[in-house]
T-cell receptor
């Protein structure tokens, strides 16, 4: 099946930029997503990018997509303690049906003072 | 936030007992999904529905069944719960285009 991989942990200082990386294998991916999960909560959709784009910016968030290398990244500028959470990358491919998403295992972001 | 609720939010049950989790939406979205979240695995799709009475299996469907008799409700049933089904279960919904999925708050299930 399709696979999405992320590093498990990232630690940054408050005010620095965070970059969370993701790689995927599905060459038919149409949309790629970033979700945020705070402790004890559900997943919150942060942003997504269509596969024919290479960059999307939304306030402090910048998504970069390298379709050739199947690499997606999420940059958070001026990282704050409230950004501490688990970040999930997900991709939606054309294989199968039902608009299904394949998720990575999540990256735990810890923001230190 | 999308109008998605899950019930119960927490449940403790014993091995071998049946368990039903409910997902309710107020968005009139066509697609509904059940995922489980386990450490080291991210979220894995159990079953999904693409309309009333229309359901299909996901990657980890063994031991689970679903039903959707109304647009707004999607039920997940563990016919005979096992300890390996201890997990956090999330429901999600998406509109017909399926461009984005929105998640409910989750149900923590502990099978003793």
């Amino acid at each position: 099946g399709e696979d999405v991989e992320q590093s498990l942990f990232l630690s940054v200082r408050e005010g620095d930029s965070s970059v969370i990386n993701c790689t995927y294998t599905d060459s038919s991916s149409t949309y790629l997503y970033w979700y945020k999960q705070e402790p004890g909560a559900g997943l919150q959709l942060l942003t997504y990018i269509f596969s024919n784009m290479d960059m999307k910016q939304d306030q402090r968030l910048t998504v970069l997509l390298n379709k050739k290398d199947k690499h997606l990244s999420l940059r958070i500028a001026d990282t704050q303690t409230g950004d501490s959470a688990i970040y999930f990358c997900a991709e939606r491919g054309l294989t199968g049906g039902g608009n299904k998403l394949t998720f990575g295992t999540g990256t735990q972001l810890k923001v230190e003072l | 936030d999308a109008g998605i609720t899950q019930s119960p939010r927490h449940k403790v049950t014993e091995t071998g007992t049946p368990v039903t989790l409910r997902c309710h939406q107020t968005e009139n979205h066509r697609y509904m999904y059940w995922y489980r979240q386990d450490p080291g695995h991210g979220l894995r799709l159990i079953h999904y529905s693409y309309g009333v009475k229309d359901t299909d299996k996901g990657e980890v469907s063994d031991g689970y069944s679903v039903s959707r008799s109304k647009t707004e409700d999607f039920l997940l049933t563990l016919e005979s719960a096992t300890s390996s089904q201890t997990s956090v279960y999330f429901c999600a919904i998406s509109e017909s285009s399926g461009q984005t999925q929105y998640f409910g708050p989750g149900t923590r299930l502990l099978v003793l």
